[in-house]
């Protein structure tokens, strides 16, 4: 057990001293959106940056994932295995993007986060999200 702690401890130490990516209070896997910022102006194309308690890897390797989607279209996701992701598409104006971590058979793992960015130009290219899942970045 003491070496866990201690391995605990030394990657949060690594990662700054942030609890971002901690298991959350009952002990489930958490996701975290490090950036950008909520409510923030964004290009047309913008990195979103996360962090969760759990490896993440292609779903295959039998490794958690994140589902990214955009105001609210769950079903409508792009499977992404590391952070960050570039998102792009997005027309002018406000848009919910959200996270959600999934366990490698694509279950919901308990864990999502979510926030608003205002697009202020571009969003000429294709959707940022893919609903067939078998994409990974």
């Not at 609210?72 to 848009?95: C, K, M, N, R, W």
Request: proline share 7%; charged share 10%.
């Amino acid at each position: 057990m003491r070496k866990i702690l201690l391995a605990l401890a030394a990657s949060m130490l690594l990662a700054g001293c942030s609890t971002a990516g901690a298991t959350g209070a009952d002990g489930s896997p958490t996701v975290t959106i490090t950036g950008p910022a909520n409510n923030a102006d964004v290009a047309g194309t913008f990195s979103l940056e996360f962090t969760t308690s759990v490896e993440i890897g292609p779903p295959e390797s039998g490794k958690h994932h994140v589902h990214v989607f955009t105001d609210g279209h769950t079903d409508d996701y792009t499977v992404v295995t590391a952070s960050p992701f570039q998102i792009a598409g997005l027309p002018p104006g406000e848009h919910k993007v959200g996270v959600t971590l999934q366990n490698a058979d694509h279950s919901p793992a308990g864990a999502s986060a979510e926030l608003t960015v205002n697009v202020t130009g571009g969003g000429q290219a294709p959707s940022p999200t893919q609903s067939s899942g078998n994409d990974y970045y």
